[in-house]
């Protein structure tokens, strides 16, 4: 059934939920799971939320938000007992994880209904990846 599931992850509620909810799929199915962090290249407002301030350039901001990125991955509970990877990438959200989906072949996408910034109920870039995505998306919200 499901051997491969990516969790698309911005540290919000909705996608620590997401991370919750993946794990303990992937580990009733005896799946694998790839939890997938985005720096957007045009979005600050993780550094800015994180309190990282006073760059010097866009590698020093990159740099800063891809150090806070692996301090979330550490807090976020995965059983010991659950394959999982980590990645970081760059570029456009919804357009990266679309790449994830299109080369890793994951059978699931589990994925926050909205991001750090979104009121609405479901967020504009889980609203694209489930429009677009090959594969079935299962959508949670936070807790």
Known sequence: MFRKILVPVDFSPHSVAAVDVAAKLAKQLGARLR??????????????????HD?????DVHRAVRDWIKEQ???LIVPPDVPHTRGIRRGIVDQEILAVIRTWRPEL?????????????????????????SV????????
């Open 136 to 143: 079935p998306v299962l959508i949670v919200t936070g807790k």
């Open 55 to 59: 760059f010097k350039s866009d590698a």
């Open 109 to 133: 996408v589990v994925m926050g209904s909205r991001g750090l910034s979104h009121r609405l109920p479901i967020g504009s870039k889980t609203a694209e990846v489930l429009r677009r995505s």
């Open 35 to 52: 939890l997938v962090a985005v720096l957007d290249v045009g979005d600050l407002r993780v550094a800015v939320k994180a309190g990282l």
């Open 73 to 75: 991955f550490d807090r």
